[in-house]
């Protein structure tokens, strides 16, 4: 991961090549937002330069400067697309330029970001913005690809402060499990399966405050997971339940966290058309986020203890795949009617949501790419939030606001659980085609436990369009895997640490 620090002055060439500077929108085009150290001369100057350029200070633009008095170095101008310098309400906005700016330098060694930092808001959104714009996913490249910028360098004038020193560890400790998570969903499918993501977790856990135990395919019947036993069916490679555990001393709440971790996704006998399977590897993004997010909590050393179930199947059409009309019996008891075998993601995730309730957590988030309704409601950028009270649905959208990843709440509109019956078992794992986002949070609800007849506050997090992105990368945010969902959980779970 590029290597990131703080100074409380601009560094001189030759240590930096390059300096980056931000800018926003006026009447007439782009102007520089000037920083501490910045003389008048060059602010001048690069305005003249915005304008002749024809630049509008628009986000995610980019402008090469040349000749700025005071210094040699190349000066990159990125756009914020704010109509006046930031204060700490515009942190996403300058999250998403110091994105920007980070993939614009891939290839340098060394740069400054001369970027408003004054106060721990901004400084945090700078540095957590270069560091998830630094990315580069190459381990398949035969060649060597473009690297990162290898190092930054952020310009504050409060750098050697105790309090600057936590912005940038925080920024640090996230960004390292955000690429975790952004690698693991990258990794194709023939080498990312439950066994091997079991395995990876076991690596990159060991050493740490989390404990991985992992529960096999015998195991797996032992629990009565029909979920992941049956959706595993069809494939070679068996299904995984990974249980990740970070328990700290006088912890303030428990936290359960359910990821749905289809490694593969072919649609089972229900099978995608072949271009809906050109993404699938991706379909274990949820598991991928609740993991991280727990890499970060533990990093962190916040004082909430967290369960995390990472439910990992691979969903082919083997010769013993499972059927439409099958009916399969879940931890809690219920039993299902399989109706669409590509509506596979709610059936583990069932089992983990099961499984969790046992411990009896304060409450229970689940991270899914579950449905394409959930698409077809809020697009390609948005996470649909879905949860048994206001408060929990409150908090999430609350944590996740302060990220800058953006969740909207949708309703769990209990007249359309009647869809889920049966005639044959407890409940069908689908129901009606409309608000199929809501049905499968319906779903899902069937196994969300009770602690003392009142059910635990569960949150649901359908995070199927942002967790990839299939388009061009902007921002902070890659093509491919974009580790969405890591930061709100690990802002929840600050929240609740006071």
Same mark, same amino acid.
């Given at each position: ?15 930096v ?14 102007h520089?937002?000037?920083?501490e ?13 915005l304008?002749a ?21 190349? *000066?990159?101008?990125?756009g ?45 959104a700078v540095t ?30 409060d ?21 975790w998570?952004?690698?693991? *969903? ?19 856990f ?11 395919e ?10 992941l ?16 555990t ?8 428990h936290? *359960? ?60 059409t ?8 099958? *009916? ?26 099961a499984i ?5 957590p ?35 959208i609350?944590?996740a ?60 997090l359908?995070?199927?369009g942002?967790?990839f ?30």
């Amino acid at each position: 991961m590029t290597s990131i620090s703080l100074s409380d002055r601009i560094p001189a060439r030759p240590a930096v090549a390059t300096m980056v500077l931000l800018s926003h929108k006026q009447d007439k085009g782009a102007h520089v937002i000037p920083v501490e150290g910045l003389s008048a001369e060059a602010v001048s100057y690069l305005d003249e330069h915005l304008s002749a350029l024809g630049a509008s200070g628009a986000a995610d633009e980019v402008i090469k400067v040349t000749g700025v008095p005071g210094t040699d170095a190349l *000066v990159l101008v990125i756009g914020s697309g704010l109509d006046a310098a930031p204060g700490d309400e515009d942190a996403e906005a300058v999250r998403r330029a110091a994105g920007s700016a980070s993939r614009a330098l891939a290839g340098t060694s060394h740069a400054a970001l001369l970027f408003p930092a004054a106060t721990p808001a901004l400084l945090a959104a700078v540095t957590e913005g270069a560091l998830f714009g630094a990315y580069s996913f190459t381990t398949y490249k035969s060649k060597d690809g473009t690297a990162p910028v290898g190092r930054l360098t952020v310009v504050t004038p409060d750098a050697k402060s105790a309090a600057a020193r936590k912005v940038l560890s925080r920024a640090i400790a996230v960004a390292e499990q955000v690429t975790w998570a952004r690698d693991l *969903v990258n990794t194709p499918p023939l080498d990312l399966y439950p066994a091997s993501f079991a395995a990876e977790a076991r690596k990159h856990f060991t050493g740490s405050k989390v404990a991985v135990r992992v529960a096999d395919e015998k195991s797996l019947v032992r629990q009565q997971c029909g979920g992941l036993i049956g959706v595993g069916r069809g494939s070679a490679r068996p299904p995984r339940l990974v249980t990740l555990t970070y328990k700290p001393a006088r912890a303030k709440a428990h936290i *359960v966290l359910v990821g749905k971790g289809i490694t593969f996704d072919s649609g089972g006998l229900c099978i995608k058309t072949a271009d809906g399977m050109v993404t699938m590897k991706s379909d274990m993004a949820g598991a991928a986020a609740v993991a991280a997010a727990t890499g970060a909590i533990a990093s962190l050393g916040l004082p909430i203890a967290i369960t995390t179930y990472l439910c990992l199947a691979e969903n082919m059409t083997g010769s013993d795949a499972q059927r439409p009309s099958d *009916v399969v019996t879940m931890p809690n008891g219920k039993t299902v009617e399989i109706i669409n075998t590509d509506a596979e993601g709610r059936l583990v995730m069932a089992d983990g949501l099961a499984i969790g309730s046992t411990v009896k957590p304060d409450l229970m988030l689940d991270v899914a790419t579950l449905t394409g309704a959930a698409m077809v409601a809020l697009g390609g950028r948005t996470t649909a939030v879905i949860g048994n009270t206001d408060d929990i649905v409150e908090q999430v959208i609350s944590a996740a606001k302060s990220t800058g990843e953006d969740m909207w709440p949708m309703p769990l509109l209990q007249e359309m659980r009647p869809s889920l019956d049966s005639q044959i078992a407890d409940v069908k794992h689908t129901g009606e085609r409309w608000g199929g986002a809501i049905t499968a949070a319906l779903f899902l609800q069937e196994f969300v436990g009770e602690v003392g007849g009142t059910q635990i506050p569960w949150a649901h997090l359908d995070i199927a369009g942002p967790s990839f992105n299939d388009k061009s990368p902007y921002g902070y945010t890659p093509a491919g895997g974009t580790g969405h969902g890591v930061r709100t959980v690990v802002a929840l779970a600050e929240s609740l640490a006071g």
